[in-house]
């Protein structure tokens, strides 16, 4: 079993939709948890953080759910500019990153 | 402007040739980190160094030699011994102080080996 496992997708959607992906970890002991962003060819880049208590910034919801070990993302009111690749990474401790194949999402007009 | 740097964005190397790539940043991070990243697969880590002159193997070191003799520099050299080297490879650098804080990557080179 792979330590962090994501839907490739990619997962087309209209301009306004809401979205949601899921990412599974399998070591329960992993610490911290993140979304990450990748544009096509391009570095991957910060989204934001996951918390225990959920967090939410603008259009994006991230939620961790210990007990089953997931996290997910969620997106409200797709733009065409979110268009991407997202990863999800999840740290087993200070000094290693796990990162999912990430999840492609394709907004269309 | 505050940032990392790789380069050259694409690299042609013939089979057998050693080849070196470049990662510089001006951030005043201590910590640096090399990753590989093929089609559908995830990032993985082939070294880091969390401080001047010393470097840690990371999952996928085999084939690969690292240096760190200035806080700025990190090159990664892929060697012949790398069986599959063709790949895009990521460059990041995050400051050092004990819990995680955010790994910022530069833009990556695409090596191609024919």
């Known amino acids: 079993r792979k330590e962090v496992e994501q839907d490739p997708g990619p997962f087309n959607v209209p301009e306004g939709a809401t979205v949601a992906f899921n990412c599974t970890y399998s070591n329960s002991a992993s610490q911290s948890f993140f979304w990450y962003r990748q544009d096509c060819r391009k570095e991957p880049k910060l989204l934001m953080s996951v918390y225990s208590s959920g967090n939410e910034d603008g259009r994006f919801t991230a939620q961790l759910n210990r007990a089953s070990q997931y996290i997910s993302l969620l997106i409200r009111d797709s733009k065409l500019s979110d268009s991407a690749t997202y990863l999800c990474?999840?740290?087993?401790?200070?000094?290693?990153?796990?990162f999912g194949t990430g999840t492609r999402l394709q907004v269309f007009p | 402007d505050g940032g990392i740097t790789q380069s050259p964005k694409y690299l042609f190397r013939k089979e057998g040739q050693n080849v070196t790539l470049s990662c510089e940043q001006n951030l005043n991070h201590d910590a640096m980190y090399w990753y590989r990243q093929d089609p559908g697969q995830g990032l993985r880590l082939i070294y880091y160094?969390?401080?001047?002159?010393?470097?840690q193997k990371g999952d996928i070191a085999e084939g690969y030699s690292v240096s760190r003799e200035k806080k700025e520099s990190f090159p990664l050299t892929v060697t012949s011994a790398q069986k599959n080297p063709t790949a895009f490879y990521l460059c990041?650098?995050?400051?050092?102080?004990?819990?995680?804080?955010?790994?910022?990557f530069g833009p990556g080179t695409r090596l191609t080996v024919l």
């Open positions: 990474v999840v740290i087993l401790n200070t000094d290693k990153l796990i």
């Open positions: 160094s969390q401080i001047v002159n010393d470097f």
């Open positions: 990041a650098s995050s400051t050092n102080r004990g819990s995680y804080n955010e790994q910022f």
